[in-house]
């Protein structure tokens, strides 16, 4: 009889702890399927921003114009105007023809002599003519605001060409760096410097001669 009924009691006791498990089961997985899709949906109120997308041009020629002044090595500083046309290749890589001209003053040698003459006033008259390769360094943006940036690139610049000066032609090798900010898609501005080199014998002696150029231009795109 004891038996019996001690069988009866460990039946009913896992029989509850049963039931009891089933149900802390469905709670903890959020019920049944019927559960599921009783329950709301929520939906998350996001604010949609409207994103203008740069409109820059296909076009891959550039022309424009320079302004700027240009160290001739022992021939003082002057302000050099130019010209410049560019035909973009791919993204980084674009070609330039380029052209300029400014004026030589005397050399200190010519001021301290007072008659001695190196130059007439028709060969101190220098201009270059240049066939460059550029690269895009570093594309990127310039903030100029919090609400406003432009498209800009950082780029290296070099060629060969030719120099005009002292009644001569010389060949010429020109090695710089630039910056191109474009605030239009059809319109870009300019600020690089150039170094121009070049062999030269007016003092006696023939040497390599440093002529330095930094300009400002506008170019636009076509």
């Given at each position: 009889m004891d038996s019996r009924v001690l069988f009866l009691f460990l039946a009913s006791t896992t029989l509850v702890?049963?039931?009891s498990g089933c149900a802390r089961f469905r709670a903890a997985t959020g019920g049944g399927a019927?559960?599921?899709a009783q329950a709301p949906i929520i939906e998350p109120e996001l604010d949609r921003r409207d994103i203008?997308?740069?409109?820059i041009d296909t076009e891959d020629f550039e022309v424009g114009f320079t302004a700027g002044v240009m160290s001739i090595e022992d021939f003082g500083v002057n302000t050099s105007l130019g010209a410049r046309f560019a035909y973009h290749i791919t993204e980084g890589l674009f070609v330039e023809?380029?052209?300029g001209r400014t004026e030589a003053e005397e050399t200190s040698f010519e001021r301290l002599s007072g008659a001695a003459q190196l130059l007439t006033e028709d060969q101190r008259s220098l201009s270059y003519y240049d066939l460059?390769?550029?690269y895009n360094l570093f594309p990127g943006e310039i903030y100029m605001s919090p609400g406003r940036a432009f498209n800009s690139a950082i780029y290296l610049i070099g060629g060969v060409g030719k120099t005009?000066?002292?009644?001569?032609?010389r060949f010429t090798v020109s090695l710089g760096l630039g910056i191109r900010v474009i605030p239009r898609d059809w319109f870009a501005i300019h600020a690089d410097v150039r170094d121009r080199i070049f062999d030269i014998d007016l003092l006696g002696q023939e040497k390599t001669s440093h002529n330095i150029e930094a300009n400002f231009g506008m170019t636009f795109f076509f």
């Open positions: 702890m049963s039931l019927e559960d599921q203008e997308i740069a409109a023809l380029a052209a460059s390769l550029g005009e000066f002292a009644g001569d032609g």
